[in-house]
């Protein structure tokens, strides 16, 4: 077995080593780990009432740390992590502001992972529990140090095996992970197949079925008697061919609360997924429009919902694509609770192959959407078994920075990347600044050499890493963009699908209206002709073209950055090789999309760099 130290610990190098095996509360790892670090004294005093938040206070030549029972450990983190990156230990309160801050593993029983760039799962294999409580533990600690304290650790889609887990089969194993995760302030959650009663003889999964209700609310308790801080249930219905009420004629506010009623006794939450739409799609139908789909299943359902129901919605309408508007379905339902969901596996961000830092992008979304439309936050999870856990190095800043977006939607991108950079590679000076602009600039290179201008689903169909312009034109799954010679993208307002009369006003009016709308959001709003005038007086062609042949040379320069960068090994070789696949990538991504669009328009470059025939 491999040695504690041979896995990467990203952010969490400066410890040396794994000290909470005994711990059995945040309050005794956080004393454990305290103990490692020199050079910093800290005192700590419980304070239950402070729940996950704490106070730190100057005292003597140290600190005193109060918290409550998770508070103390996400504080000493907080502090431990100040303190190896050479800042000031940050004094004076803090809390954070979502309280359920959710990681969704994709992972299968089988040991794959649904979207995993990182290797096969670190739960799972050959249709069993396979893990090595050691690394487990060395997860829980990355996640507490973010403030991460809910891990959803299988597939939303859940496939056989995975139903077991609440099973009394699996149940005594499920017991033992959930401990490990428990004194770090994780609890877990799992993903449940919605029909699950079928398989024990019940006729139906209809949510208004006393015999459904009654086999949910028996399930719950023997669940709950195995592990009894579970988060709750996650559950993906009526979606991508899963089961759901709407067989039944029912609503989700039906099968949710049905659910929620069985997880309550016991404080459990039940975490509903809004990605609904219709994924058989006629191209031929021009009457449906995908992104319009989820507030149309649930904006009316708002109020609707028990206590204990949380709406889980993608930050776009779509579904993670580089760049879309924010999701209207988080601007609808004040009178529910909902939880932002992000995507930090990289399915259409280039696989952790490409260099792609979300925080910038998370932004942006924030910009549109005030942190206070939701209540909870959630990410799909890019961990595998990977010795560096997230498959490329640089990936795990995505995690990182996503714990700490979740304890602070106002973090600055700038310093949350900064501080990973520090922790993870104590590079100073030039160098340091080399690698945190590399990171914040890459989600826009990425964006440049990939679909134009938010046009989205340029991509490979099924794997989703490289250019295939066609691949999902004539396809069911309703995402078109119906480029011909004169013009590319879908009218969405008003005057074509509606879909901006989801927005309130102020949005809106700035996606309606051409001049308003941002030019990198119009290909998503409206349909243009080529030779429309972009904001900044070039063309649509040209700006297609110009941003193409950039993001080209953008990466030819970080991979020029990162080549001079003085990184350890082996991430320094992990990097070098997927740098070499991620130019390969850009370098398709802007000869068949130029190429694309050149054959259909026939404009030719006004610079006159190549583009193919
Ligand atoms: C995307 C992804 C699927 C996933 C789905 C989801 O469509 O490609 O693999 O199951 O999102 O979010 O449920």
Redesign the pocket.
């Known amino acids: 077995m491999k040695n504690q130290m041979d896995y990467g610990l990203s952010w969490l190098k400066f410890l040396p080593d794994q000290p909470s095996m005994t711990a059995k509360t945040p309050l005794e790892a956080a004393h454990a780990e305290l103990a490692q670090m020199e050079g910093l004294h800290v005192d700590v005093q419980l304070e239950p009432a402070l729940g996950d938040g704490f106070s730190i206070e100057k005292r003597g030549d140290g600190y005193l740390l109060r918290g409550g029972e998770t508070g103390v450990l996400y504080g000493a983190y907080r502090a431990m992590m100040a303190h190896a990156a050479g800042q000031n230990v940050p004094e004076g309160e803090d809390a954070p502001y979502y309280a359920l801050r959710m990681l969704n593993c994709w992972d299968n029983a089988e040991g794959d992972i ?2 995993g760039y990182s290797g096969r799962s670190l739960f799972f294999e050959g249709g069993r529990f396979a893990y090595d409580p050691a690394r487990i533990r060395q997860l829980a600690r990355m996640l507490a140090s973010v403030g991460v304290n809910v891990i959803c650790i299988n597939n ?2 859940v496939h056989n095996p995975a139903h077991k887990l609440i099973e009394e089969e699996w149940l005594p194993q499920l017991a033992e992970l959930a401990a490990i995760f428990r004194p770090f302030g994780v609890r877990l959650m799992l993903s449940i197949d919605y029909a699950h009663p079928m398989r024990h003889g019940v006729a139906t999964a209809d949510p208004l079925d006393p015999e459904v209700q009654r086999w949910w609310m028996e399930r719950a308790d023997i669940v709950y008697r195995y592990v009894p801080d579970l988060a709750g249930f996650l559950v ?1 219905a009526d ?2 061919h899963r089961p759901g009420p709407f067989t039944y004629g029912r609503t989700h506010a039906d099968g949710a609360n049905m659910l929620a009623r069985a997880l309550a006794p016991h404080g459990g939450t039940l975490v509903w ?1 809004c ?1 609904v739409y219709n994924c058989m799609q006629d191209w031929r139908d021009t009457a449906t429009d995908r992104p319009m789909a989820a507030y149309k299943h649930y904006a009316y359902l708002d109020g609707q919902f028990e206590d204990n129901v949380i709406l889980q919605i993608k930050n776009g309408p779509f ?1 993670f694509q580089v760049r879309e508007p924010v999701s209207p379905l988080l601007l609808a339902m004040p009178k529910t609770h909902l939880a932002l969901e992000f995507q930090l596996a990289q ?1 259409y961000t280039g696989h952790q192959i490409d260099i792609y830092a979300m925080p910038p992008m998370w932004k942006e979304h924030f910009a549109d959407m005030p942190p206070s439309c939701v209540q909870a936050i959630a990410a799909v999870s890019n961990l595998g078994r990977d010795d560096n856990y997230t498959g490329h190095p640089f990936a795990a800043v995505n995690l990182f920075a996503y714990g700490l977006t979740a304890w602070n939607p106002a973090a600055e991108p700038d310093e949350v990347i900064r501080l990973w950079c520090r922790l993870t590679y104590g590079l100073h000076g030039a160098q340091e600044d080399a690698l945190h602009a590399l990171l914040m600039g890459s989600r826009r290179t990425y964006e440049k050499y990939t679909a134009p201008l938010g046009l989205c689903w340029m991509v490979e169909p099924h794997g989703h890493y490289g250019p295939s312009p066609m691949g999902y034109e004539y396809a069911l799954w309703g995402t078109y963009h119906k480029a011909n010679r004169d013009a590319v993208g879908i009218d969405r307002t008003e005057s074509g699908t509606g879909y901006t009369a989801q927005y309130p006003e102020a949005l809106r009016t700035r996606y309606e209206n051409l001049e308003t709308c941002p030019d990198l959001l119009k290909l998503f709003f409206h349909r243009l002709r080529y030779d429309y005038v972009m904001d900044d007086g070039r063309t649509l062609i040209q700006r297609i073209y110009d941003d193409h042949f950039e993001g080209l040379e953008e990466a030819k320069e970080m991979a020029r950055v990162l080549a001079a960068l003085d990184l350890p090994e082996p991430d320094r070789a992990v990097a070098a090789e997927r740098m070499e696949r991620q130019l390969r990538n850009a370098r398709e991504w802007c000869d068949v999309t130029n190429t694309f669009f050149y054959r259909l328009s026939g404009v030719k470059d006004a610079k006159g760099r190549t583009i193919y025939d």
């Open positions: 649904e979207r939303v889609n993906k979606s991508e997924r990605f579904d399915e």
